[in-house]
């Protein structure tokens, strides 16, 4: 197929789609946000073109062709790269595209409300199925009309039938559709295109004119048999009158209301978990008697200061939520013996040995240079020659001995900082930030593709509460988030004043109320700065300027509150909410929907005498703007 | 910005490893404050500051990324469109300055540049202020390195001690304006010998110029 592919050229494409089913060569890519492209082969003079149809992951919220760009030029540099980064060409890169021939698929079903597609082939079997992510597959299913014969299955309006070109169905469509005079008519996939490059106002136009063309086309004409009027009336229906009627009310608005998030809860912080509240769980063994309800009073309200440095332990996976105070005492005594041999070794190396090991003494580099600027405002860390600053060097060096294959990536030093000086012991600090990094490793990856997951996560998250914001964003070239970068690589540590951060972070550490919390927390804060965000037409530049800015002015009590009602109403909201629940680690809920197997309409002795449907059996057939400008979407340019 | 004003805006990319000082050289140049203790760079950040060149404004839009490679995929797209590339090193880390080629190496790569245009780059040696005994790089080296690889402008500058730091700036933007004046030439004149003349007597200008204070 990869040979063949070279024959096509893309006709069609609609981006911010989820693969939700997939064949076993692309498993792994389910739950991966990706673009959909059809292909038309480019033989002229055929008479029948065929089509492809392809899902590509986006690997990146930057540029797709600056990525493929960087795999080439690293590979022609590679030897000067002393570091691995980006210098490992992705194994994946050729084959994760998700590529099915038209010829294979036979049919295919439109569900939730538009939002999903899947598609068959014709034994019943799913082939594949995908989740538009903004806005729905209207577009997608228009185009397909364009180019493919197809009708719609009686049993079910929203299963539709692809004709193969040697089937009578098909024979008799094309006659039907010789007849109309529109088979060579682009009107159809022009107005398609218009949806794309045209504003609002441009594309209702169109959609206006080609009802129009579609209905005068129709006047005095006789259809030769039912399928094609019934195709026909689908066409208009969901192209046409349906849209112009249904899409005014959200032009005025310029928000697409597809669906309703449940209303928003107000919630307040609590008190800090107490010492009389700690002790209180604390059985006769030192052992912790309710553990969910210890992390959920933290989430709550945070740890008092008095009894942090014991907490953290636990948040921080040193010490087992279940042990008892005698196995904590051996614990520290064995973590303490294994911190300091792995310190000897790099303690002990000879100049001679470091200048033969030239990645380790790359690493100290960076380290030394990094410790020299970190937290030297706070007065723990100040001043020249200061002790806390060789034990923060130690730290990371000997981290680096514990995990040589990261090493030291810029921002760890941000995340040690606090724990350091909380703990004002070496070796506890060093497990602590074990843990940490066990919790956010994915941040510092050699090919940030940690980081390039949560920013495109963070992008889907706020298109689901706030579409508006979120299309503002891609309009205006910042739909790749990128101005987050510094807030998710270290936990707003940068953001944050020391007391805030530390109360945050014990905040995220509970895991309450879901995974990637601080997602929600970013998008709360996006959401509190939208109409700065959206003022004066303000850019990408624009935009990074505001967000950096706003350091040291986040209320983060007042974000934490938002951000679990933005939460609850996730949790809350319907089956609609299936793309962004994973994100957050909860559980699909609309998985029936997907189990749901098709109805074979070729069953359906009469398929091509069916009576005359209602044109309005086509429900909430909606072309937002979200979907529109997602064209444009994350993978623009930054600049 | 773009649109508060009618100067030409030039995007300025500060490039070179982690620690030689890049955004203690944007600060100093845009506020004139220098802070020993600051952060390392996370991200990109960039700020805005007019400089006055015979007699014309130019609103230098100064973009500064972090330096570890680890970085680089996040990095490199905001080298597009750029006007101006100072390739920055400590001169007293010798590795800083060798790894001038790959710097130079990767934004000529991403920057997007049109083939037929040079890319201003400007070699800039930070730090200076510090002691003979410390210094990794001589003037000597850095001049021999512009040459061979055709870059005309090269300056040591000391963000601490504030020397150099503007005549830095003023250099990135006159070199643009001569690679400027010359693409216009270029469009206007093609297959005009007294521009090729012209041209040559160019790159024959060397402006490297040394540390004050040395």
Known sequence: MEDEFDDYQECFSQEGILLKEAPPSHETYIDSIGIIIIHESKKDGEDLKKFMLEWKPNDITIDSDVQYQEWAVVNTVQKRYRTLSGTIPDPHVKFRCLKINFDIIKSFKVQNKGRQLTFYDGSSEVLCSFLFQCGNCDVLVAALKTHLRIGTSKRDRQLYVIYDSDSPEYQQLNKSFAALNIKHDHSLWDFVKNIKDNSYEGSLGAFAKVTNIVFSSLDGTRYPDEITKDDLNNSITELGDEIVHSMAPSLEDGVSSAFQLPPRKEFVRCNPLTEEQWDSQLNSSGQLEDVDDIKMSIFKGGVHPSIRKEVWKFLLDYYPWSSTHSERQALVKVKRDEYYRMKLQWKSFSKQQENNFLDYAQRKSLVEKDVARTDRTLEFYAGDNNINLQTLKDILMTYVMYNFDLGYVQGMSDLLSPILWLMLDECDAFWCFVGFMDKVMSNFEIDQAGMKEQLTNLHVLLNFVDPKLANYLVEHECGNMFFCFRWLLVWFKRELSQEDVMRFWEVLWTGYPCQNFHLLVSVAILEHERNALMEEERGFTEILKYINELSGKLDISLMICKAEGIFHQINDSDYLSDSVRPILGLPVIGTNNLDSHEQSPFESPDISSTGTQPCCSVENVRISPDEIAYEDSIGSNFL | ?214
Not at chain 2, 29 to 35: H, L, T, Y
Not at chain 2, 132 to 159: D, F, H, K, P, Y
Not at chain 2, 185 to 200: G, H, M, P, Q, R
């Open chain 2, 1 to 214: 910005m773009r649109s508060a004003s009618k100067n030409t805006l030039l995007k300025v990319v500060i490039l070179g490893d982690g620690g030689v000082g890049k955004s203690c050289l944007m600060n100093r140049f845009v506020s004139n404050q220098f802070d020993e203790h600051s952060f390392h760079t996370i991200g990109v950040e960039f700020l805005n500051k007019d400089i006055e060149i015979d007699g014309e404004t130019y609103t230098l839009q100064i973009w500064d990324t972090a330096g570890q490679e680890r970085f680089k995929s996040l990095r490199t797209p905001f080298y597009r469109g750029s006007d101006i590339c100072i390739l920055t090193y400590a001169i007293d880390d010798k590795t800083s300055f060798n790894n001038l080629e790959m710097w130079r190496t990767e934004f000529s790569y991403y920057a997007d540049v049109k083939e037929n245009n040079q890319i201003p780059f400007i070699v800039v040696g930070n730090k200076s202020d510090v002691i003979a005994e410390e210094r990794e790089v001589s003037q000597l080296e850095m001049e021999t390195w512009c040459n061979e690889n055709g870059i005309t402008s090269c300056i040591e500058t000391s963000a601490k001690n504030a020397s150099n730091v503007q005549e830095a700036f003023k250099m990135a933007v006159q070199h643009w304006l001569r690679l400027e004046s010359r693409a216009d030439k270029n469009e206007t004149d093609i297959n005009d010998t007294v521009d090729l003349t012209k041209k040559s007597g160019d790159n024959r200008m060397s402006c490297c110029v040394g540390s004050s204070d040395d």
